[in-house]
């Protein structure tokens, strides 16, 4: 997060902040690559011997990303891709490479790394990165006609519902009035390669999107890659994710590929201790809104992990008490020893 008092301890009020202030605290959050080296005195940073010229960089709400998975067209992100891509005074962050969409990542929380050597990072907390300017904003109106948007609004928390609205004058991609989709950026599994500065992260939809907290991963014995994660806001759920293809030792970019197919899961914990991994398919979910009012029908694979949380709400799986770590032990090949362990923030 950042603190706006600590950044501009000058400016005694909020109302002092120009655009360019908020802009600048904006692309203070987010993730950064650091090179270390080890030499006799301990350990010291890698400087680069010129920008872009090392592996340093910093990934920030700014960046150019990509999404991929069964998500990466969904509506949402196009609608939201068009407010943010489009180029403003101050703002003109060139997409590349194409497709890419110039929002980058924040509230990142916990993450894992994976057995190929690129690192998992989990957007959490999100909705108070959002204000709203006006609610009756043309915008606003118009999306508040999808019921799955609403949904999506209250479960989140978007200052449409909030009591915080967020920052007085943060960028217009982060205005709800004038962005609704914007917050369906973000809620994502970002993967990134600390190897490769020439390489976009990806926002990894298949894992599902809600207020992550951690992504961590073991191999199973036939050769898939399971990751979990915690959903972490009060009676959300744990998931998991299986690929469908197998990890490949031999190909370590070609494993980064892996985490856009395969299948999402919301845990259901019984009373008895057994419990089950419950499959979020678009068959089942469409079966549960038929039995659930005030839903909306998931159109295809991409709307059920973009409304994870609400699939999983209607599944059964079982409301937790903030997960905030999920770790599966492996042991030095990275396959797992067959437990996961699950760490509740309230509890």
């Known amino acids: 997060y950042v603190e706006p008092a600590l950044t501009y301890p000058a400016l005694t009020s909020a109302s002092a902040f120009t655009a ?15 090179e270390l080296a080890q030499d006799n005195d301990g350990w010291r ?37 068009a407010v943010v891509n489009a180029v403003e005074p101050g703002l003109a962050h060139e997409p590349k490479p194409q497709g890419a969409v ?32 006006d609610a009756n904003a043309a915008e606003v109106i118009a999306a508040q006609e999808d019921a ?14 909030s009591r915080v609205s967020g920052a007085p004058a943060a960028p217009r991609q982060f205005d709800v009035a004038n962005n609704p989709y914007g917050p369906s950026l973000y809620g994502w599994v970002v993967e990134i390669d600390p190897y490769d500065p020439t390489w976009a992260p990806r926002k990894r939809t298949s894992l599902g999107r809600k207020k992550g907290e951690c992504a961590t991963t073991a191999i199973a014995h036939d050769g898939r890659v ?3 994660m915690g959903d972490d806001q009060i009676d959300h ?3 998991k994710f299986v690929t469908e293809g197998r990890f490949d030792p031999a190909a370590r970019t070609a494993n980064r590929d892996l985490l856009d197919h395969g299948t999402l899961y919301a845990a259901r914990f019984d009373e008895d201790g057994s419990g089950e991994w419950i499959e979020l398919s678009v068959a089942a979910c469409n079966r549960a809104v038929e039995e659930a009012p005030y839903h909306q029908a998931f159109a295809d694979a991409g709307d059920v992990v973009m409304r ?6 209607l599944l059964g799986a079982t409301p937790m008490d903030r997960p905030e770590d999920v770790e599966a032990p492996v042991d030095a090949q990275w396959r797992g020893h067959g437990f996961a362990l699950i760490v509740c923030t309230n509890n």
Request: glycine letters at 10%; aromatic letters at 16%; a positive charge.
């Open 20 to 34: 360019l202030h908020w802009e600048a605290a904006y692309a203070s959050i987010g993730v950064s690559v650091v």
């Open 102 to 133: 110039n929002c980058g990542t924040l509230a990142n929380c916990a993450g894992g790394r994976t057995p190929w050597g690129t690192y998992l990072s989990s957007e959490e907390n999100f909705d108070g990165f959002f204000r709203l300017s």
């Open 226 to 228: 399971a990751v979990y």
């Open 308 to 313: 994870a949380r609400e699939a999983a709400v």
């Open 45 to 81: 940073v890698q400087r680069d011997s010129a920008p872009g010229a090392g592996r340093t960089r910093r990934i920030t709400p700014f960046t150019p990303v990509v999404f991929a998975g069964p998500a990466a067209n969904h509506r949402w992100i196009s609608a939201a891709a």
């Open 237 to 239: 759920f744990v998931f």
């Open 148 to 161: 799955a948007w609403m949904w999506d609004a209250g479960r989140f928390g978007y200052p449409l519902f």
